[in-house]
């Protein structure tokens, strides 16, 4: 059974603090170790991930697989739903016995809490919802975010670890190596911990239509869309090719839609095969979300607007005119291929 040639280094890891929902580790979680293999190997140094939460039996080997060395289990009731306190507790008493050069935690709303908890603790320095994260000349990790139109590199050059947050979908899925192993660590639950705040319950609310994540076709809207019956005419685009509907932050802001579908710095990160951007600027707080889109077509009433230097074709009309002789155009083109179908068939006898 293969394992990784720095298993033996136990000063200055690599660090990712992984998730998982009903016994299976988090696509994001995998992603992160996927980079943050990388990361280590450039170091000369080994990949270590701790995984908190209840029934855990077999649920860590795809983190071997994605390339960890070494897993720091917490598996216990208690920790089944995630409880701020306990697992800051418990992160930062192993990461001050440990020592790791770098953690790197999801940005999800777990990680969002959990990070900036364990950072205060550690008295060290945290990057949010960064976009990319590489080594410089000296080994220090620039953690790369978007700001001014452009990116901006953060470091923590004196103190560790170095942490930063990262939304699912920054980095690829790494190929998943099924015969890799490594070595597990059990953690114990802590006899005293406060409990002024406890997660008593998990309500999942299902999603609407196809998810952004998995999405292969996006339309995303913006403040261009005017009003509400406007983003109607978006929500409508989206429904008839069957996409995800996602958002720009002046979306969000007028409540046409939840801050669930908004893309961008402070949402989520997408890579479909075809995204439409209807009534949107190309602000880079929204761009940087789409990234890894295959083709990008912008839908635009201002000929000028920076969105048309980022995409593969632009439209310049007003997406309020455009979009619903858009959505006819469609549905005329899917019923005749039906009508065609059907002909080339025949009748069908029962």
Known sequence: MPMHDNMGARCGAVWV?????????????????GHARKLANQLGTCLEVVLLGGNLVGVIQPLFAAGADRVYL????????????????????????QEPEI??????????????????RLQTGLTAHCIDLVLDENGILEQRVPAYGGLV???????????????????????????????????????????????????REEPEGVPLEIASVIVAGGAG???????????????????????????????????????????????????IGVGLSGEMQHMVGITGAKVMVAINSDAKSPVFEQVDYGVVDDCRKFVPVLVEKIKEHRERALSRSSRSHGPTSI
């Not at 509400?228 to 509907?245: F, M, R, T, Y």
């Open 103 to 120: 953690m790197l935690v999801g940005s999800t709303s777990m990680g969002r809490e959990l990070a900036p908890l364990v950072a205060a």
């Open 225 to 275: 869309a005017g009003d509400l019956d406007g983003w109607c005419k978006i929500a409508d685009l989206a429904k008839v090719l069957n996409a995800a509907l996602g958002s720009t932050r002046p979306a969000v802001d007028e409540g046409w839609i939840g801050l669930e579908t908004m893309i961008g710095q402070s949402g989520k990160v997408v890579s479909p095969e075809l995204y």
């Open 74 to 97: 917490g598996n216990d009731p208690d920790l089944a739903l995630y409880q701020p306190e306990i697992y800051t507790e418990m992160v930062v008493k192993l990461a001050t016995e």
């Open 153 to 203: 590199s953060i470091t923590c050059p004196d103190r560790r670890p170095q942490m930063a947050t990262v939304a699912r979908g920054v980095f690829p899925m790494p190929q998943l190596d099924e015969d890799s192993t490594g070595e597990v660590v059990p953690l114990d639950v802590p006899d005293e911990v406060p409990g002024r705040v406890q997660t008593l319950e998990v309500i």
């Open 17 to 33: 603090i992984a998730e998982q929902t009903d016994g299976r580790i988090r696509t994001g979680s995998l992603q992160l170790v």
